[in-house]
């Protein structure tokens, strides 16, 4: 069964940094994809990053760059995101996300992992 | 950049009725990129439909995915108890990679 846990959120000061975490378990974890997309709390979904199952390539939505840093390690078979510089508009859930083949679309969820940035 | 734009907002209906929910897009999606989600609160999304009408491992054959170009719908051919939730489209852009997500449909009890 596949599965994601993702950790490390938390109350954070503006400005501040933290680092999210998804341990993974149920499939070859290098072979896919995984992407981040958070949800601020009422509203929609928004897509955050991608990294492919090797790490070589990251990517980003615009509102993110220069200080969201998605990151891998396929021998602990855990994703990671390093945020800084964080602001009140990246307070969210943010869920660890599995791609399909291709990374088109995201076939497992993890339960999410709030992140609140506030003084 | 894509913009996808679901209708309507809110869909107040009750069990056993047939729903559809639509999907604009403001520009021609690729039948491989497009996908749909159930968000219910507490839970995990799930996806059900990829590649436009391929329902994901598991989701029972009430859910279907049909549309071309830029008009995508997803049809609950009988709705159940447990299909009361927010459902959300999502294109996937190639280049460079990157998901964008409509803003949700919400389908409530009446």
């Known amino acids: 069964e596949v599965q994601l846990l993702e950790s490390g959120g938390d109350l954070i000061q503006p400005g501040g940094s933290l680092r999210l975490s998804c341990a993974a378990s149920?499939?070859?974890?290098?072979?896919?994809?995984m992407t981040w997309v958070r949800q601020v709390p009422g509203r929609g979904l928004e897509w955050v990053s991608l990294?492919?199952?090797?790490?070589?390539?990251?990517y980003y939505t615009e509102s993110v760059k220069g200080r969201f840093t998605i990151s891998r390690d396929n021998f602990k078979n855990t994703l990671y995101l390093q945020m800084n510089g964080l602001s009140a508009e990246d307070t969210a859930v943010y869920y660890c996300?599995?791609?399909?083949?291709?990374?088109?679309?995201?076939?497992?969820w993890g339960q999410g992992t709030l992140v609140t940035v506030s003084s | 950049e894509i913009v996808l734009t679901q209708s309507p907002g809110t869909l107040s209906l009750s069990p056993g009725e047939r729903v559809t929910l639509s999907c604009r897009a403001s520009q021609s999606v690729s039948s491989s990129y497009l996908a749909w989600y159930q968000l219910k609160p507490g839970q995990a999304p799930r996806l059900l439909v990829y590649g436009v009408s391929t329902r994901a491992t598991g989701i029972p054959d009430r859910f279907s995915g049909s549309g071309f170009g830029t008009d995508f719908t997803l049809t609950i051919s009988r709705l159940e108890p447990e299909d009361f939730a927010v459902y959300y489209c999502q294109q996937y852009g190639s280049s460079p990679p990157a998901w964008t997500f409509g803003q949700g449909t919400k389908v409530e009890i009446k």
């Open positions: 990294i492919t199952g090797s790490g070589d390539s990251t």
């Open positions: 996300v599995k791609g399909t083949v291709g990374a088109v679309a995201g076939d497992c």
């Open positions: 149920g499939f070859t974890f290098s072979h896919y994809a």
